[in-house]
């Protein structure tokens, strides 16, 4: 038999970072459907599909404009819009390996045409 010795560490301190920032993730994909202007107002639907093999417990999902707006988001969604951006952030709206995450919403702004073809998503695992 050969003696073993049960050591015990003192005064040690383990500690991770978790990185919140967004990155692109291969296989993390959007689709922004704008349909037509009524009322000063575009009705948008957003599809994030989470093809990646891993969960994402986070996204943030860019669609170009040319002028300002104002939007209506679902619960745990926030938004900001400039005149070059539309970004709609789900800080914690996690999306399995695999699943889709969609909301629709109207976007309100004197843009008389919108392409949302740009459209781009990153995500945070």
């Given at each position: 038999t050969?003696?073993?010795?049960?050591?015990?560490?003192?005064?040690?301190?383990?500690?991770?970072?978790?990185?919140?920032?967004?990155?692109?993730?291969?296989?993390?994909?959007?689709?922004?459907?704008?349909g037509?202007?009524?009322?000063?107002?575009?009705p948008?639907?957003?599809?994030?599909?989470?093809?990646?093999?891993?969960p994402?417990?986070?996204?943030?999902?860019?669609?170009?404009?040319?002028?300002?707006?104002?939007?209506?988001?679902?619960?745990?969604?926030?938004?900001?819009?400039?005149?070059?951006?539309?970004?709609?952030?789900?800080?914690a709206?996690?999306?399995?390996?695999?699943?889709?995450?969609q909301?629709?919403?109207?976007?309100?702004?004197?843009?008389?045409?919108?392409?949302?073809?740009?459209?781009?998503?990153?995500?945070?695992?």
């Amino acid at each position: 038999t050969t003696a073993t010795a049960n050591y015990i560490p003192q005064n040690v301190n383990i500690s991770a970072t978790f990185s919140t920032a967004y990155s692109t993730i291969a296989g993390l994909t959007v689709v922004a459907t704008a349909g037509p202007k009524s009322g000063g107002a575009f009705p948008l639907t957003v599809t994030i599909s989470n093809n990646s093999g891993q969960p994402i417990s986070g996204w943030r999902v860019t669609i170009p404009t040319t002028r300002t707006c104002t939007s209506t988001v679902p619960a745990g969604v926030t938004y900001t819009c400039t005149t070059t951006v539309l970004t709609y952030t789900g800080a914690a709206v996690a999306i399995a390996a695999g699943a889709q995450y969609q909301f629709n919403t109207t976007v309100t702004t004197t843009m008389t045409t919108w392409t949302t073809t740009g459209a781009a998503v990153r995500g945070k695992a």
